[in-house]
C-alpha cells in the first residue's frame, strides 16, 4: 500500500487542495455510487466479457493538459471512480469534468486523510488497507458485470498516485490500461518558467514527509530536484532547502495550471500551505544574459501567475488556467503577475547583494563518490571556479559557469583573485584535492583575506571539508591511523628543511604514526631518504609502511611495506605514505590468510 500519505494522487499533482473541487461527486461514506448504469449493462440477460479497468492520469490541474487519450478513455468509459477526502469534493473529478457523460455513473472514493483521526483499532495504516481493499471491491463488481472502469487520478497515475494502490489490487485480475499524464513538478517548471534539468543533470523526486536530515542530504546530492506531499511538512522542508545550500534557487509552486496557480520564492512563502503544493530546486545551469543584474532562477516574491494576471507578448493575452506564455516581446507582469522565468533582480537591481561569497571546496582524493553532497551543491551553483587546472578540470563544465584555471604553484594569486571575484559580486568555489583544509586552499584563501583588510570584509568566505588522501589511503589499508598520528608534509617550499628534520625528530621521539603528504618529487629525490634515517633511529625496521598512489582513480595502487624495505625512488607527489607506530600491526598476508591489514591498537601501555 505503501506511505499513507501516498494516497491524495500525484502530491502537489492537483491543481489545489483537496478543498477545491467541483461538488458534483456522489456523496456518503466509504466508496458510492450515482447517476445512469451507462452502456455497460447486460443485453437480454446474456452473459457479458469482464470490464476493462482503466488508470487515468488526469494532470495537474489544468483540463486542457489531460491527454487526447485519457480524454477518449473517460468519455468512453460506462463507470467513472475518483477519489475525495472525507468532504467529498474531487480535484480529479473537477479536472477531467468537461469530459464526463451525464450518464456516466461516478463512483467517489472516499478514504481518511493524513490530517484526519482514526477510532480504527489498527491505526490509519490499517484503516487505509481496509478501504482500498472495500473500494476494489465495489469496483470489481462492476468489472465483473462487464463494465469499464476508469479511475481518475490527479498528476500521472503511478507517480505518488492513489490510483498505484487499486492497480494492485485489480490489475491482476482485469484487463487495464494505463494513461499516463503532465506531472506535478513539469506544470511547475513550466509556470515558473525556469528550465528544470539540463545535460548531465542528476534529477530527483524527495517527498516532504522524510526525517529533516535525510532531505538535506537528498536535496545536497541532486543537481535538481522537487519536494512534494507539503502542507504540514513545509517549515522543515524550507529548513533543509537552507541546511543543502539550495533554498536561494528554490521555488514554491501551489496548485500548478490552475486559475488559482501561486508561485513565489521560498523564503517568500510564510505560515501553512496545501498539502497538493511543491518545492522546485531548478537546475544551476541557467544561462546568464549579458544584461546587468540578471541572476536567473529568483523569482519576484508574491509573484502569481493564472487568473491573476500574468500576460504574454505584445498582445498582453491573458495567462488564465492555461499557463503563462510568452510571445515576441517576452512575457510581462500584470498588477499581482509575474514576469514569466525572470529573474527578480532583473525587475529590481537593488536586491543584488554588495558582494559574493567565497566557498572553498574539498573535491576528496579522486572521483566523484568521494565529493561530499555539500561540496556539489557548492560547485553546481557557483559562478566561478578557480583552482590549480589539474583540478579545476575533475569538475564537470557548466553552461554559465567560468573556470579559472591556473598553475600550482600560484596559490596566493589564485586566492587573491577568488576573493576579487567575490567582492564585485560573483559566487566563487575554490577547488582543492582531499581536504582543502590540509595542505591546501583554505589557507591561502585565509591569508589573503586577512591580507586585504576593509577590501575584503564583506565577502563570505566558507570552508567546505572534502574526505581526505590520508583517510582514504588508511581506509585502504585498514585501521593505521587508529591511535594519535601526525600529519606532515616533506614539501621545502614553504618551510626550510631544518624545520622538516626538527618534526621528523619530534615524531619518532613521541612514536606516533605518521601520514606523509608530498613525499618525493623531482626536485627532492633524496630527502625522502633523509626522512626515513631520521625515522629509524627512533622505529624499528619492520614497522609497517603503507604506500599508496592515486588513490580512488583508477591507476591506484597500494603496498604494505617496512620502513626498512619500501622503495622510495617508486615515490612521488601522488604518493602518500603512512609510517606506523612501534605498536602498528600487520596480519594476513594476502595469500589465503585473508588480505593484508594495517592497523594500530586503539590502546597503549604505560
Given at each position: 500500500m505503501g506511505d499513507a500519505s501516498e494516497t491524495r494522487g500525484d502530491v502537489g499533482g492537483a491543481a489545489g487542495s483537496g478543498g477545491a473541487a467541483d461538488g458534483g461527486g456522489a456523496a456518503g461514506g466509504g466508496a458510492a455510487s450515482s447517476g445512469a448504469k451507462g452502456g455497460g449493462a447486460t443485453d437480454g440477460g446474456a452473459a457479458k466479457a469482464r470490464g476493462r479497468l482503466f488508470g487515468v492520469g488526469v494532470g495537474p490541474g489544468d483540463p486542457e493538459l489531460l491527454t487526447l487519450k485519457a480524454t477518449r478513455a473517460i468519455h468512453d468509459a460506462d463507470v467513472i471512480a475518483y477519489p475525495s477526502a472525507r468532504h467529498g469534493r474531487s480535484v480529479a473529478r473537477r479536472i477531467a469534468a468537461p469530459y464526463l457523460r451525464p450518464d456516466h455513473d461516478e463512483v467517489l472514493l472516499r478514504f481518511p486523510v493524513t490530517t484526519e483521526l482514526t477510532s480504527h483499532p489498527g491505526g490509519y495504516e490499517a484503516a487505509l488497507r481496509e478501504f482500498y481493499d472495500e473500494a476494489a471491491a465495489e469496483l470489481a463488481v462492476h468489472l465483473d458485470a462487464g463494465r469499464d472502469v476508469a479511475i481518475l487520478c490527479e498528476g500521472d497515475p503511478f507517480f505518488y498516485g492513489s490510483y498505484m494502490y487499486f492497480h494492485e489490487r485489480l490489475a491482476p485480475r482485469y484487463e487495464t490500461t494505463v494513461i499516463p499524464a503532465v506531472t506535478a513538478f513539469s506544470a511547475a517548471a513550466a509556470a515558473a518558467g525556469t528550465p528544470l534539468v539540463k545535460r548531465d543533470d542528476v534529477f530527483m523526486a524527495v517527498p516532504g514527509t522524510l526525517p529533516p536530515e535525510q532531505l538535506a542530504d537528498r536535496l545536497q546530492s541532486a543537481d535538481a530536484a522537487v519536494v512534494m506531499k507539503l502542507g504540514r511538512t513545509f517549515p522543515k522542508v524550507r529548513d533543509a532547502a537552507d541546511e543543502a545550500g539550495v533554498a536561494d534557487r528554490a521555488i514554491y509552486v501551489e496548485r500548478a495550471s490552475a486559475p488559482e496557480q501561486r508561485i513565489e520564492a521560498l523564503h517568500a512563502v510564510d505560515g501553512r500551505v496545501p498539502y497538493m503544493s511543491l518545492v522546485l530546486v531548478p537546475t544551476a545551469q541557467v544561462h546568464r544574459p549579458d544584461e546587468p543584474g540578471v541572476a536567473a532562477g529568483r523569482l519576484v516574491?508574491?509573484?502569481t501567475a493564472g487568473a491573476s494576471g500574468a500576460t504574454a507578448g505584445a498582445s498582453g493575452a491573458t495567462a488564465g488556467a492555461r499557463g503563462a506564455t510568452a510571445g515576441a516581446s517576452g512575457a510581462t507582469a500584470g498588477a499581482s503577475g509575474v514576469t514569466a522565468g525572470v529573474p527578480a533582480a532583473a525587475a529590481d537591481p537593488s536586491d543584488a547583494p554588495a558582494a559574493g561569497s567565497v566557498a572553498v571546496v574539498g573535491l576528496g582524493p579522486a572521483g566523484p563518490r568521494w565529493l561530499t553532497p555539500e561540496a556539489r551543491a557548492e560547485l553546481a551553483a557557483a559562478e566561478h571556479l578557480v583552482g590549480y587546472k589539474t583540478y579545476v578540470d575533475r569538475v564537470p563544465a557548466r553552461v554559465g559557469q567560468q573556470r579559472h584555471a591556473s598553475d600550482n604553484r600560484v596559490e596566493a594569486d589564485r586566492a587573491r583573485h577568488a576573493l576579487e571575484l567575490a567582492a564585485a559580486g560573483g559566487r566563487v568555489a575554490?577547488?582543492?584535492?582531499?581536504?582543502?583544509g590540509i595542505f591546501a586552499m583554505a589557507a591561502a584563501v585565509m591569508e589573503q583575506l586577512e591580507a586585504g583588510g576593509d577590501a575584503f570584509a564583506h565577502v563570505d568566505v566558507r570552508i567546505v571539508p572534502g574526505l581526505s588522501a590520508m583517510q582514504a589511503a588508511a581506509a585502504r589499508a585498514g585501521a593505521p591511523l587508529g591511535h594519535d598520528f601526525c600529519v606532515l608534509s616533506l614539501?621545502?617550499?614553504l618551510k626550510p628543511w631544518s624545520v622538516i628534520e626538527r618534526r621528523l625528530e619530534a615524531v619518532g621521539v613521541a612514536d606516533l604514526a605518521l601520514a606523509v603528504y608530498n613525499p618525493r618529487s623531482k626536485t627532492r629525490p633524496?630527502?625522502?631518504?633523509?626522512a626515513r634515517a631520521?625515522?629509524?633511529r627512533h622505529r624499528a625496521p619492520e614497522t609497517p609502511v603503507v604506500v599508496a598512489r592515486a588513490v580512488g582513480a583508477p591507476t591506484e595502487t597500494m603496498t604494505?611495506?617496512?620502513l626498512g624495505d619500501f622503495d622510495a625512488a617508486a615515490v612521488d607527489m601522488r604518493t602518500l605514505l603512512i609510517v606506523g607506530s612501534?605498536?602498528?600491526?600487520?596480519?594476513?598476508?594476502?595469500?589465503?590468510?585473508?588480505p593484508a591489514r594495517v592497523y594500530t591498537p586503539r590502546t597503549y601501555p604505560e
Amino acid at each position: 500500500m505503501g506511505d499513507a500519505s501516498e494516497t491524495r494522487g500525484d502530491v502537489g499533482g492537483a491543481a489545489g487542495s483537496g478543498g477545491a473541487a467541483d461538488g458534483g461527486g456522489a456523496a456518503g461514506g466509504g466508496a458510492a455510487s450515482s447517476g445512469a448504469k451507462g452502456g455497460g449493462a447486460t443485453d437480454g440477460g446474456a452473459a457479458k466479457a469482464r470490464g476493462r479497468l482503466f488508470g487515468v492520469g488526469v494532470g495537474p490541474g489544468d483540463p486542457e493538459l489531460l491527454t487526447l487519450k485519457a480524454t477518449r478513455a473517460i468519455h468512453d468509459a460506462d463507470v467513472i471512480a475518483y477519489p475525495s477526502a472525507r468532504h467529498g469534493r474531487s480535484v480529479a473529478r473537477r479536472i477531467a469534468a468537461p469530459y464526463l457523460r451525464p450518464d456516466h455513473d461516478e463512483v467517489l472514493l472516499r478514504f481518511p486523510v493524513t490530517t484526519e483521526l482514526t477510532s480504527h483499532p489498527g491505526g490509519y495504516e490499517a484503516a487505509l488497507r481496509e478501504f482500498y481493499d472495500e473500494a476494489a471491491a465495489e469496483l470489481a463488481v462492476h468489472l465483473d458485470a462487464g463494465r469499464d472502469v476508469a479511475i481518475l487520478c490527479e498528476g500521472d497515475p503511478f507517480f505518488y498516485g492513489s490510483y498505484m494502490y487499486f492497480h494492485e489490487r485489480l490489475a491482476p485480475r482485469y484487463e487495464t490500461t494505463v494513461i499516463p499524464a503532465v506531472t506535478a513538478f513539469s506544470a511547475a517548471a513550466a509556470a515558473a518558467g525556469t528550465p528544470l534539468v539540463k545535460r548531465d543533470d542528476v534529477f530527483m523526486a524527495v517527498p516532504g514527509t522524510l526525517p529533516p536530515e535525510q532531505l538535506a542530504d537528498r536535496l545536497q546530492s541532486a543537481d535538481a530536484a522537487v519536494v512534494m506531499k507539503l502542507g504540514r511538512t513545509f517549515p522543515k522542508v524550507r529548513d533543509a532547502a537552507d541546511e543543502a545550500g539550495v533554498a536561494d534557487r528554490a521555488i514554491y509552486v501551489e496548485r500548478a495550471s490552475a486559475p488559482e496557480q501561486r508561485i513565489e520564492a521560498l523564503h517568500a512563502v510564510d505560515g501553512r500551505v496545501p498539502y497538493m503544493s511543491l518545492v522546485l530546486v531548478p537546475t544551476a545551469q541557467v544561462h546568464r544574459p549579458d544584461e546587468p543584474g540578471v541572476a536567473a532562477g529568483r523569482l519576484v516574491a508574491g509573484a502569481t501567475a493564472g487568473a491573476s494576471g500574468a500576460t504574454a507578448g505584445a498582445s498582453g493575452a491573458t495567462a488564465g488556467a492555461r499557463g503563462a506564455t510568452a510571445g515576441a516581446s517576452g512575457a510581462t507582469a500584470g498588477a499581482s503577475g509575474v514576469t514569466a522565468g525572470v529573474p527578480a533582480a532583473a525587475a529590481d537591481p537593488s536586491d543584488a547583494p554588495a558582494a559574493g561569497s567565497v566557498a572553498v571546496v574539498g573535491l576528496g582524493p579522486a572521483g566523484p563518490r568521494w565529493l561530499t553532497p555539500e561540496a556539489r551543491a557548492e560547485l553546481a551553483a557557483a559562478e566561478h571556479l578557480v583552482g590549480y587546472k589539474t583540478y579545476v578540470d575533475r569538475v564537470p563544465a557548466r553552461v554559465g559557469q567560468q573556470r579559472h584555471a591556473s598553475d600550482n604553484r600560484v596559490e596566493a594569486d589564485r586566492a587573491r583573485h577568488a576573493l576579487e571575484l567575490a567582492a564585485a559580486g560573483g559566487r566563487v568555489a575554490v577547488v582543492s584535492s582531499g581536504d582543502p583544509g590540509i595542505f591546501a586552499m583554505a589557507a591561502a584563501v585565509m591569508e589573503q583575506l586577512e591580507a586585504g583588510g576593509d577590501a575584503f570584509a564583506h565577502v563570505d568566505v566558507r570552508i567546505v571539508p572534502g574526505l581526505s588522501a590520508m583517510q582514504a589511503a588508511a581506509a585502504r589499508a585498514g585501521a593505521p591511523l587508529g591511535h594519535d598520528f601526525c600529519v606532515l608534509s616533506l614539501s621545502d617550499v614553504l618551510k626550510p628543511w631544518s624545520v622538516i628534520e626538527r618534526r621528523l625528530e619530534a615524531v619518532g621521539v613521541a612514536d606516533l604514526a605518521l601520514a606523509v603528504y608530498n613525499p618525493r618529487s623531482k626536485t627532492r629525490p633524496t630527502q625522502l631518504e633523509e626522512a626515513r634515517a631520521i625515522l629509524l633511529r627512533h622505529r624499528a625496521p619492520e614497522t609497517p609502511v603503507v604506500v599508496a598512489r592515486a588513490v580512488g582513480a583508477p591507476t591506484e595502487t597500494m603496498t604494505i611495506a617496512t620502513l626498512g624495505d619500501f622503495d622510495a625512488a617508486a615515490v612521488d607527489m601522488r604518493t602518500l605514505l603512512i609510517v606506523g607506530s612501534s605498536r602498528t600491526r600487520v596480519f594476513g598476508d594476502g595469500n589465503g590468510a585473508g588480505p593484508a591489514r594495517v592497523y594500530t591498537p586503539r590502546t597503549y601501555p604505560e
